[in-house]
Antibody
């Protein structure tokens, strides 16, 4: 079955960087894009950006431009999301999700909690 | 940017009730609208895309309708396992914004 398995929880200090991984299985990795969505505690869903697993093209949310980088490693069917210059309001659960058609997401990874605290 | 709103923000209904959630876009988005269900402490799950296409494996009591700016998600007969927050999402163009969510629980 299609599955996305993410890396474990992280605790970071303000100003640091975090890199979250998302390993795909059960489908041809390069046939679909991957989006990243985050959810602050008790809040709604925020789309962060998308990467094509086919050619590496990216599309980032404007508010994160310059702080986020999404990459893929096709040899291991893994997508990565790096967020730099972390602030306390970056504390959230970060999800990867397969883009099945034009930014419709299914399935989602299990989520990675990133806590930014001094 | 196009803004997405949902109403109500929360509702409480009895098992077997028909439940309707509304999602509104600030500009027309054709039928580029998806619905997701997030149960407490769980991962979001795709229910419907293209405003009315049921994702494989989703119970038929869920249905979606609408086009342009106004959309609805309907649960024809509410079940205990439907307790969740429901989010709409536009995907006609970036940013692919989600609505603020509608929390559904059992009365």
């Amino acid at each position: 079955q299609v599955q996305l398995v993410q890396s474990g929880a992280e605790v970071k200090k303000p100003g640091a960087s975090v890199k979250v991984s998302c390993k795909a299985s059960g489908y041809t990795f390069t046939s679909y894009g991957i989006s990243w969505v985050r959810q602050a505690p008790g809040q709604g869903l925020e789309w962060m950006g998308w990467i094509s697993a086919y050619n590496g093209n990216t599309n980032y949310a404007q508010k994160l431009q310059g702080r986020v980088t999404m990459t893929t490693d096709t040899s291991t069917s893994t997508a990565y999301m790096e967020l730099r210059s972390l602030r306390s309001d970056d504390t959230a659960v970060y999800y990867c999700a397969r883009d099945i058609v034009l930014m419709v997401f299914d399935p989602w990874g299990q989520g990675t909690l990133v806590t930014v605290s001094s | 940017d196009i803004q997405m709103t949902q109403s109500p923000s929360s509702l409480s209904a009895s098992v077997g009730d028909r439940v309707t959630i509304t999602c509104r876009a600030s500009q027309g988005i054709s039928n580029y609208l998806a619905w997701y269900q997030q149960k407490p402490g769980k991962v979001p799950k795709l229910l419907i895309y293209a405003a009315s296409t049921l994702q494989s494996g989703v119970p038929s009591r869920f249905s979606g309708s609408g086009s342009g700016t106004d959309f609805t998600l309907t649960i024809s007969s509410l079940q205990p396992e439907d307790v969740a927050t429901y989010y709409c999402q536009k995907y006609n163009s970036a940013p692919f914004t989600f609505g603020p969510g509608t929390k559904v629980d059992i009365k």
